[in-house]
T-cell receptor, first 111, second 109 residues
């Protein structure tokens, strides 16, 4: 079982560039999440989805957009990258009311 | 509001027990979780406890829940160097998990 797969694993962007991070899960989970992890800040929720075609804002949504066109995929977009978006990004999925399965993370550097 | 708090660091000697503590605020939480994150890796589910339980034991891991005080703890018996990692507690609220900031456990020989 692949579980939750994130691509790419590493990326360096220039300020102002755009990119999309892809998260794919093969567990038929309803819920999917995007977090960012910064030193000393723990995990902060960016956006999440409770089902195909739905999205909702987390605690730090500004500068990011998401789409959940298919149940198994959750895309995180940065339209105009800023150095403040340098972080490690984690995707997770879960059935309703249960714990998460996490991906291995994407390390993004914006220069 | 929803908040989960943990101490930032814990240092123990190999072979001793480690106890990582966590407090949460939402009394309606159904499940509470412990995750482990090793350097450069994602978060891995260690164990969980349902809110109507007081204790759960799983090999070297013991989870204690004091629902009245909204306090959760993770005890690791016979701590090994491979247990060095960041440990996150999390409470389940509708639609998502609320995570603590993580406790960095350092195990020294």
């Amino acid at each position: 079982n692949a579980g939750v797969t994130q691509t790419p694993k590493f990326r360096v962007l220039k300020t102002g560039q755009s990119m999309t991070l892809l998260c794919a899960q093969d567990m038929n989970h309803e819920y999917m999440y995007w977090y960012r992890q910064d030193p000393g800040m723990g995990l902060r929720l960016i956006h999440y989805s409770v089902g195909e075609g739905t999205t909702a804002k987390g605690e730090v949504p500004d500068g990011y957009n998401v789409s959940r066109l298919k149940k198994q995929n959750f895309l995180l977009g940065l339209e105009s990258a800023a150095p403040s978006q340098t972080s490690v990004y984690f995707c997770a999925s879960s059935p309703p009311f249960y714990g998460y399965t996490f991906g291995s993370g994407t390390r993004l550097t914006v220069v | 509001g929803e908040d989960v708090e943990q101490s930032l660091f814990l240092s123990v000697r190999e072979g001793d027990s480690s106890v990582i503590n966590c407090t949460y605020t939402d009394s309606s939480s159904t499940y509470l979780y412990w995750y482990k994150q090793e350097p450069g890796a994602g978060l891995q589910l260690l164990t969980y406890i349902f809110s109507n339980m007081d204790m759960k034991q799983d090999q070297r891991l013991t989870v204690l829940l004091n629902k009245k005080d909204k306090h959760l703890s993770l005890r690791i018996a016979d701590t090994q160097t491979g247990d060095s990692a960041i440990y996150f507690c999390a409470e389940r609220v509708p639609d998502k998990l609320i995570f603590g900031t993580g406790t960095r456990l350092q195990v020294f020989p």
